[in-house]
């Protein structure tokens, strides 16, 4: 075990005795967390939930509001789809990325799903989604870890500010090179909690413009604090 891994995992230990722990648990199927993640981009969490929750029920499947019609998504007037999503920002760019990302699927696969990719390797399904137009390294990781409990690691604006304040990767790290870095660097069994704990820190103690350290519980293991 390198210093930066030992690090890491003193980090993990600290990160669960402030947020605790968090067993792996699909939130939803692969699909939808595609779409979700779509919709998060470059907007916060309440707008994305927002515009999800309008897409639901815009769209919902037989009546159902927890079932999306994906066929209906995908073969509505690009403006009923804009619009629906609109709470989430940049639904003229969304819309028609969601929809051609569902005609690829369709096209390929014969079916609007992505359970399939449970049967793939990592590098194999963070290929097959990464041909995606829209689709880059952390939506693809996303998907893989959320929805299929898969070994990849998202690397977020929280992820890649506090893995470079805390020097566990190199200060000058692009946030693409973040995720090759930390997923080597990390234990896979790890990444889920780590993920998420290491977001509750960004938001509620290392900020991006008034970091506050004296509240820390990483400041002695933290390149930015020293």
Wanted: with cysteine.
């Amino acid at each position: 075990m390198n210093d930066r891994t030992a690090q890491a995992l003193t980090i993990h230990r600290l990160l669960i005795e402030q947020y605790g722990d968090h067993p792996w648990h699909p939130q939803r199927d692969p699909l939808s967390e595609l779409i979700v993640t779509i919709l998060s981009q470059n907007t916060n969490d309440v707008n994305r939930d927002r515009a999800w929750q309008r897409l639901r029920e815009r769209f919902s499947a037989s009546g159902s509001r927890d079932t999306v019609d994906w066929m209906e998504v995908m073969t509505a007037p690009t403006e009923e789809l804009v619009e629906a999503i609109r709470p989430g920002g940049l639904a003229n760019t969304k819309a028609p990325r969601i929809q051609e990302a569902l005609r690829t699927i369709l096209a390929e696969r014969s079916e609007l799903s992505l359970d399939f990719l449970a049967q793939m390797s990592v590098g194999e399904a963070r290929a097959w989604l990464m041909r995606l137009k829209g689709v880059g390294p952390k939506t693809a990781a996303i998907v893989l870890l959320f929805s299929l409990g898969q070994p990849a690691f998202p690397v977020d604006t929280h992820i890649h500010r506090l893995s470079r304040r805390l020097g566990l990767i190199p200060a000058n790290t692009s946030r693409e090179k973040a995720h090759r870095l930390l997923e080597e660097l990390l234990p896979s069994e790890i990444y889920y909690p780590f993920h998420l704990n290491l977001i509750a820190h960004g938001r509620e103690v290392c900020r991006a413009r008034a970091p506050r350290c004296a509240l820390c519980v990483l400041r002695e293991h933290c390149d930015y604090y020293k």
